[in-house]
């Protein structure tokens, strides 16, 4: 059996926590911010594989592609920014925003022959991308290079079950996953603070230490203090961006049922099941791929900025043995 269906719906009077300048004094004011268009497709494919006296084996699985695009902002406005994300007119709300990353400055050639920011860039600091190409890196204003540098929307979402009987035996397995969805990871401000007044991510031993010894090219150097290590840290930047595309077995399940009537029941199942049996991943950026973190609903994870990983907590594998009686 196979399923198709297209979707779309206009989302309008949405009241949201926008996040404006803090020089107000306030972090966020609650507005109508206008109109977002969502739409997609679902396709779905229930296939019955096998059928033979005992043994009986279905799949099912679908697949979805889910899009959304600003249709209009609050009046006068054509984009709202986060503390690392976008929603502007246009394109998909919740964007990741910010400075394109390219290395380090890895000697006083590369450092000589490449954009900075005057007074703060060295050899061994975060070397970004000059996108708008007038020869200088600058955050915010009217020269402003920041751009956009991905979004948490996935390309598409997944699904699979199977179910295998023999007999008395059942046998399930349930996956689902996400592709090209992207996690901003937020906990690198203060993991990878260089400054050194938090625990670390591991990986932050392999900064840059010397023109020698530049370490794996991704983590700067601490020479200079904050003035370098700032840059790093505070510039939001693509760094901070990581594939976050899954496939988890959510569900196993081996069950038998007996189907003999007695004074006590009529049929009992015995199963055991494993809940998060594995995740597949490359997300280096925390325990799980899953989160879209929505902390406080202003800044960080709040409705015009998901996909933020604060290190949010694992989904825990859970194992369960069971027994269903019918009476
Ligand atoms: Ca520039």
């Known amino acids: 059996m196979k399923d198709a269906d297209y979707y779309t719906k206009n989302t309008t009077n949405l009241l949201f926590a926008v996040q404006i300048p803090q020089e107000s004094g306030f972090t966020n004011f609650n507005d109508n911010i206008g109109e977002i268009k969502f739409w997609g497709h679902e396709f779905s494919l229930n296939t019955r594989i096998l059928d033979r006296g005992k043994l009986k084996w279905s799949v099912n699985s679908n697949i979805s592609f889910n899009r959304n695009r600003v249709v209009a902002l609050a009046d006068g406005i054509d984009r709202v920014y986060g503390l690392h994300h976008i929603t502007k007119v246009g394109e998909p709300f919740g964007q990741f925003y910010g400075h394109l990353a390219n290395g380090l400055y890895m000697n006083a050639e590369d450092l000589k022959n490449s954009p900075v920011v005057p007074g703060r860039s060295f050899v061994g600091t975060i070397k970004l991308v000059d996108v708008n190409g007038d020869g200088v890196l600058t955050n915010g204003g009217d020269r402003d290079d920041r751009t956009i540098l991905g979004n948490p929307f996935p390309d598409f979402t997944y699904g699979i079950t199977t179910n295998l009987n023999y007999g008395n035996f059942d046998f399930s397995v349930v996956g689902s996953g996400s592709q090209g969805n992207q996690l901003w990871v937020r906990h690198l401000y203060s993991t990878a603070n260089l400054d050194g007044v938090f625990n670390m991510h591991r ?16 983590y700067g150097t601490t020479v200079g203090g904050g003035t370098a290590t700032g840059i790093e840290r505070d510039w939001q930047n693509s760094r901070f961006v990581a594939d976050a595309s899954f496939f988890t077995i959510k569900n196993i399940t081996l069950g038998y049922t007996i189907n003999k009537r007695n004074k006590l029941f009529r049929s009992a199942r015995v199963y055991a099941s494993i809940q998060q049996a594995l995740v597949f991943t490359k997300y280096w950026g925390g325990s799980n791929p899953e989160t879209s973190a929505q902390q406080n609903g202003q800044g960080d994870g709040g409705n015009l900025s998901p996909g933020v990983d604060l290190f949010n907590y694992p989904v825990p594998r ?8 019918n009476f």
């Open 203 to 218: 990986e932050a031993q392999f900064r840059f230490r010397s023109v020698e010894n530049p370490g794996k090219g991704f």
């Open 318 to 325: 859970t194992s369960t043995i069971g027994v269903n009686f």
